[in-house]
């Protein structure tokens, strides 16, 4: 991580402990449910936190062995599943579209498979293949993610997907830069492995990866009737708004603000 931020290890400390709370939270009694449509909900809510958990966890891992741009990137990840998670909280009929994207999905790889110029499956893969083709998108449609978190308080979750996306995510010449560094005086180049996030990046992403699992627990908590870690959810929140108020008041996110809002 980088050296000598006053704050890397008390947010380090942070994501520990959360990740220590939330296993606690996931490992109480299960969640009581009468209706069919009620257990699909929280199902899926459930499966959307676990999944948002894991990628939390890899993402702590990977800060912790010094692996700055992978733990940018997989803090994108986080903040897709958080998407998804307040999207349905918004409106529980949301896994209808949820179940359409992932039908479509489908379709487009089934029909890739077959459209091969080589197959590889046998012959029965090939015709399962096509009869599930032959269906047709039955009028499912791709979700867009920009339209998940409109008119939400916490649309700029989305911001923050699309600037990892930009910068650090995708195959972008901005994500690239981070790995080509040239000499303006005789134009050699150097090839950066691994390449360390800036102060701004690095405090950034932790703010974000943060507000991101809080949003998260409160959301998937709605569901249990009672919970025995709520005292330690709220501590680590009060502890996050610290964190994040030192945060904001550092010298390295102050500077960054005559070249444009970041917003924390």
């Given at each position: 991580?980088?050296?000598?931020?006053?704050?890397?290890?008390?947010?380090?400390?942070?994501?520990?402990?959360?990740?220590?709370?939330?296993?606690?939270?996931?490992?109480?009694?299960?969640?009581?449910?009468?209706?069919?449509?009620?257990?699909?909900?929280?199902?899926?809510?459930?499966?959307?936190?676990?999944?948002?958990?894991?990628?939390?966890?890899?993402?702590?891992?990977?800060?912790?062995?010094?692996?700055?741009?992978?733990?940018?990137?997989?803090?994108?990840?986080?903040?897709?599943?958080?998407?998804?998670?307040?999207?349905?909280?918004?409106?529980?009929?949301?896994?209808?579209?949820?179940?359409?994207?992932?039908?479509?999905?489908?379709?487009?790889?089934?029909?890739?498979?077959?459209?091969?110029?080589?197959?590889?499956?046998?012959?029965?893969?090939?015709q399962q293949l096509e009869e599930f083709v032959a269906q047709g998108l039955q009028g499912a449609k791709a979700i867009q993610?920009?339209?998940?978190?409109?008119?939400?308080?916490?649309?700029?979750?989305?911001?923050?997907?699309?600037?990892?996306?930009?910068?650090?995510?995708?195959?972008?010449?901005?994500?690239?830069?981070?790995?080509?560094?040239?000499?303006?005086?005789?134009?050699?180049?150097?090839?950066?492995?691994?390449?360390?996030?800036?102060?701004?990046?690095?405090?950034?992403?932790?703010?974000?990866?943060?507000?991101?699992?809080?949003?998260?627990?409160?959301?998937?908590?709605?569901?249990?009737?009672?919970?025995?870690?709520?005292?330690?959810?709220?501590?680590?929140?009060?502890?996050?708004?610290?964190?994040?108020?030192?945060?904001?008041?550092?010298?390295?996110?102050?500077?960054?603000?005559?070249?444009?809002?970041?917003?924390?």
């Amino acid at each position: 991580m980088p050296e000598g931020h006053a704050l890397s290890s008390d947010w380090m400390t942070w994501m520990r402990d959360f990740v220590d709370a939330a296993r606690r939270f996931v490992a109480e009694a299960p969640v009581a449910v009468s209706l069919e449509e009620e257990r699909e909900l929280v199902a899926v809510k459930a499966a959307l936190y676990a999944r948002a958990l894991t990628l939390f966890e890899g993402a702590l891992l990977l800060i912790q062995n010094d692996r700055q741009l992978d733990f940018r990137i997989q803090s994108r990840s986080v903040i897709e599943a958080a998407m998804y998670l307040i999207a349905l909280d918004r409106n529980p009929a949301f896994v209808t579209r949820m179940k359409d994207d992932d039908f479509k999905s489908r379709q487009s790889r089934a029909a890739l498979h077959l459209g091969a110029k080589k197959f590889t499956g046998t012959e029965d893969v090939r015709q399962q293949l096509e009869e599930f083709v032959a269906q047709g998108l039955q009028g499912a449609k791709a979700i867009q993610l920009g339209s998940l978190l409109e008119g939400s308080d916490f649309d700029r979750l989305y911001r923050s997907y699309r600037d990892i996306s930009g910068d650090a995510a995708h195959v972008s010449m901005t994500a690239l830069n981070r790995h080509y560094v040239e000499n303006p005086v005789d134009g050699s180049a150097t090839l950066i492995i691994n390449p360390e996030l800036d102060e701004i990046d690095f405090l950034v992403t932790l703010t974000e990866l943060g507000i991101t699992m809080t949003i998260a627990t409160l959301l998937i908590m709605k569901i249990k009737q009672k919970t025995e870690v709520w005292d330690t959810f709220q501590a680590l929140l009060h502890r996050y708004r610290a964190l994040a108020r030192d945060t904001r008041g550092s010298p390295e996110i102050q500077s960054s603000r005559e070249d444009g809002p970041s917003e924390l």
